[in-house]
């Protein structure tokens, strides 16, 4: 399995810098399963943590240099942070995994609908906000 093409950015590329982001916190799903049945270390969860806070700072740039505000989900990366930590605190099983990773999940919808509200400001200012697919299941 190979690594998923990251896109270089330029200031003020929202379409890269979401479209990482997204791609991290898919990444983030499939290694916590992967960690739930002893596939994956806590040193990869954390791996994979690292850079959804990188693709975060990197999205939360891209929109502020056009002046769109996210504030309002800056606290994401360490509401996702308490929840790991508790999940990684735990020995793995599907069965840790299965208490946890709706709290994951919510915290990753609202960082969603976050993105997805500024929709509107994105196409004011130019731009188109690309939606891949993600697996919120």
């Known amino acids: 399995m190979h690594p998923p093409t990251r896109y270089q950015r330029a200031p003020g590329d929202v ?7 997204l791609i991290s916190m898919k990444q ?8 739930s049945i002893a596939q994956a270390t806590e040193a ?3 791996d994979v943590y690292v850079q959804i806070g990188t693709d975060f700072n ?13 504030s309002d989900i800056h606290s994401i990366p360490k509401d996702l942070r308490a929840v790991l930590e508790q ?7 599907p069965q840790v995994l299965a208490v946890f ?12 609908r976050g993105l997805q509200s500024r929709q509107d400001a994105w196409r004011a200012v130019g731009g188109q906000m690309p939606m891949i697919p993600f697996d919120s299941r």
């Not at 999205?59 to 505000?69: E, G, L, P, Q, S």
Request: glycine content about 2%; charged content about 20%; aromatic content about 6%.
């Open 15 to 21: 379409p890269s810098a979401v479209r990482n982001l």
């Open 101 to 112: 990773m709706p709290q994951v999940r919510q915290v990753l919808h609202r960082l969603l």
């Open 28 to 35: 983030l799903q499939d290694i916590l399963k992967q960690w």
């Open 44 to 46: 990869q969860v954390s």
């Open 87 to 93: 999940c990684l605190g735990e020995d793995p099983a």
């Open 58 to 70: 990197a999205t939360v740039h891209a929109f502020a240099y056009h002046k769109i505000d996210l």
